[in-house]
Each structure stands twice: as structure tokens, then as C-alpha cells.
């Protein structure tokens, strides 16, 4: 039994080396970041139009971009942050961006957390817990200070902060240029939620929303856009039949036009095809792939 057993794990394994539709998965998956950003090129341009100051080395407008899931927020963020880090380094202008999502478990529980995970992204540390938080600020107002540098800090998924914990975060953060002798700093912020200023401190709303703009759904046609680059990377040639695209824009678009679930659509069925011994993805491997993506999304609530 056992060695039957071994054999055919051997099988499956063979398979899975051999048998693959894919060239490059990762490119379907949301930590990727392409070269280019289609149907983005107005919102790319207003982001680097404001934060475009930094490279006379002034500090630039806080800025709040809000929009549904998956309408290329947090891609168009870190494409322009990305670009303006490589000018600055020719520029020789002190910069640096950081990035934390506020959504990750243990980062934006309290006001302690946050501070030591931006700590720790600094290369300082505190103990995971045991301090007063007025010297867990100290310590990070010692470490962006210590230079003259330019700080931006992108703070993705903004609104689960003030769910958790109130906006005195929020509120520190935008008047600490005040207690700052060296450094500067900025602050993105993203929400899914369109009326997350609506329901803060005032003056949180007018510090925070210096800039602010809303990234609009993607429709059907721009997801199939989206999809066909991702594609020419993602799968091996011919592997994807016709209609698969269009179908998945179709549910995607229905969705309030969010390209990643567009995109995990089109990843999952390339997997399930991938098992079951397919050597193309056709049009019912997407419904396979959106009935499952349905039933983790209720498992998950």
C-alpha cells in the first residue's frame, strides 16, 4: 500500500513538473508589479504631479487616494514611489518611502504596534510590548530625525487603523513635521472605504486630505486589457481558449471592476485545469474558479 501509494505521488509530482500552463505565476498575483499600468495613466500622473516637489527637496502635500478594491491604488502608489526613488538617487536627494499595510494581523491592533513596525522598517527595534507609548514615539521621532532626509510614509488600507483604534494615530502623525529639526516627512494614505475622511477628526480631514482624489471601478473592456498583458507572461502559449479573458472581465466587472479578483479568477482556473490534466483553460474552469473563490469568501466571513 504504502509503496503503491509512493508511485502515485511520484505521478502527480511528474506532473506537475511536466504539465504546467504556466511560464510565470507570479504575475497574476497581487504582490506584482508591472512594467507598465494600463487605464491608470491620469491617476499615475496626478500622484507624481504632487509628490513631484520632493525632488527640489521640499515636502510635498499629504496625499489620500480612496477607491474600491483592486482599482490600482497601491499598484500607481509604489509605480510613482518606485520612479521617483531612481530620480532622487540621480538628483542625490535624501529620500525614502515606506510602505505598511494596515490591514496585516498584529500591525494596526494599537498605536504601540504600528509605531514598532515602522520602527523595525527603520532598522530600530522596541520590545513587542512593555514600553509607554510616549517613549515608543521617541524612539521614532529619534530615528527619522537623525538626518536631513525626506520621509514618506504610505499607509495602505488606512481605514482598519481608525477602526481599531481611533485617529489620535492619524492626528500625531500629521503635526509631527512640528517636532522634527532634520527630517521631513509625508503621508499617503489609501482606503477602500470612500467615506472614511467623512468620519474623522476635522482637523485629521484637513491635514490628511491636503490632495485627494478617487480611483474609479475599471469596466469590462479595460479588465480584458489588464488580463491579455498579464496573460502573454502568465501562461504558456496557446494555453488559454476563447472567451476565457472576456469571461473573466465579465465577473470581475460585476464585482465593481476589481482586476485582482480578475486576475485570481484567471490564476485559480489555470490551477484547476493544471490538475485535472488540461492542457488549455476553457471558459468552465472560470466558473469552476469564481464557485470556489465564493465559497473561501464565505468560509472566511
Known amino acids: 500500500m504504502v509503496e503503491f501509494m509512493a508511485v502515485e505521488l511520484k505521478d502527480i509530482f511528474n506532473s506537475a513538473i511536466n504539465n504546467s500552463l504556466f511560464n510565470n505565476k507570479s504575475v497574476l498575483q497581487a504582490r506584482y508589479t ?28 499629504n496625499l489620500f487616494i480612496y477607491g474600491k478594491t ?43 504596534r504600528i509605531l ?18 510616549d517613549q515608543v514615539w521617541s524612539t521614532f521621532i529619534k530615528l527619522i530625525d537623525s538626518e536631513k532626509k525626506l520621509f514618506v510614509f504610505i499607509f495602505d488600507e488606512l481605514d482598519q487603523v481608525v477602526k481599531k483604534m481611533s485617529d489620535n494615530f492619524l492626528y500625531s502623525m500629521t503635526r509631527l513635521n512640528q517636532e522634527l529639526v532634520n527630517a521631513q516627512i509625508s503621508i ?72 485582482r479578483r480578475a486576475l485570481d479568477l484567471l490564476r485559480i482556473a489555470g490551477e484547476i485545469s493544471e490538475r485535472d490534466g488540461e492542457k488549455k483553460i476553457s471558459e468552465e474552469y472560470i466558473d469552476l474558479a469564481n464557485m470556489k473563490m465564493e465559497r473561501d469568501k464565505i468560509l472566511d466571513i
Open 34 to 61: 508591472p512594467e507598465s499600468i494600463p487605464h491608470r495613466d491620469e491617476q499615475i500622473k496626478s500622484i507624481a504631479s504632487i509628490l513631484a516637489s520632493i525632488l527640489r527637496g521640499d515636502r510635498p502635500s
Open 70 to 112: 483592486g482599482t490600482g491604488k497601491t499598484l500607481s502608489t509604489q509605480y510613482v514611489s518606485n520612479e521617483l526613488k531612481k530620480k532622487a538617487e540621480e538628483l542625490d536627494v535624501n529620500l525614502r518611502f515606506e510602505y505598511l499595510n494596515c490591514k496585516l494581523k498584529k500591525v494596526a491592533d494599537t498605536e504601540y
Open 116 to 133: 514598532a513596525a515602522l520602527i523595525g522598517q527603520l532598522g530600530g527595534s522596541v520590545p513587542a510590548t512593555g514600553l509607554p507609548t
Open 188 to 259: 499617503i494614505g489609501i482606503s477602500n472605504d470612500v467615506t472614511f475622511l467623512d468620519n474623522i477628526d476635522p482637523r485629521v480631514r484637513s491635514s490628511l486630505g491636503e490632495e485627494e482624489f478617487v480611483f474609479p471601478p475599471y469596466n469590462a473592456i479595460q479588465l480584458q486589457d489588464i488580463l491579455n498583458s498579464r496573460c502573454k507572461e502568465a501562461f504558456k502559449k496557446g494555453v488559454v481558449s476563447v472567451g476565457v479573458v472576456a469571461k473573466c472581465a465579465a465577473y470581475a466587472a460585476r464585482e465593481h471592476g476589481d482586476a
